[in-house]
């Protein structure tokens, strides 16, 4: 009786082990990526293409969970900082009550908006910014006085600003932050109003 229980045994462990090298298979990277975008649908402006990565956001995605090889990361800022289009007047300061609503507007690009709507830069899902506004988001640092902290609005800090805000990735290249003008999000003008609302000494984060 024994040595059929041992058999019996033996044969279950069997079993399990093969059930256990059928479940886990290597994952294939390919067949991932398909059944990811089989299961969105294209609606209003909200288009597939939307799936599609660029070089970048690939490299980002291969090295999500290990360190991005520092020559790679210089490479890959080095083409976000290069592609940044300043304005062609020179001017990098609009209306900051303009800058104030486009930082508190969160529409734009969802599939539940259509060409017409004007997009926001939704500033406050990540970042505290007016001391009178009670919801914000921590996901990235406060901004509240960031034109004060920094002496005003100089040449340098000017250019930086706007460089953040057209693509934070020309400073880091897997950064969360969107990419406000190379990604088409906000156009010139409403870059310039919310460059106003963190610099302009008048603005009241600046106060």
Known sequence: ?????????????????????TVMTVPDAAQDLAAFKASFAEK????????????????????????MPITLRDKLEKAELDAVKFPADGKYLGDWKEGEKIAQNGRGLQFSDDIKTVNGGN?????QISKTEIAYGNIGPSLSEY???????????????WTKLYSS??????????RYGA?????????????????????????
């Open 1 to 21: 009786m024994k040595t059929k229980y041992k058999i019996s045994a033996l044969v279950t462990a069997t079993v399990l082990v093969s059930a256990c090298a």
């Open 147 to 161: 034109g004060k902290l920094r002496g005003g609005p100089t040449e340098d800090i000017v250019k930086y600003t």
């Open 123 to 127: 500033c406050y899902a990540c970042h």
């Open 183 to 207: 990604g088409g999000i906000l156009n010139e003008q409403q870059m310039k109003d919310v460059m106003a609302l963190l610099l302009d000494p008048q603005s009241p984060i600046n106060q």
């Open 44 to 67: 209003s402006i909200a288009r597939l293409d939307r799936l599609d990565q660029s070089e970048l956001q690939k490299n980002c995605s291969e090295y999500a969970q290990k360190e």
């Open 169 to 178: 990735h020309a400073y880091n290249a897997c950064s969360v932050m969107p």
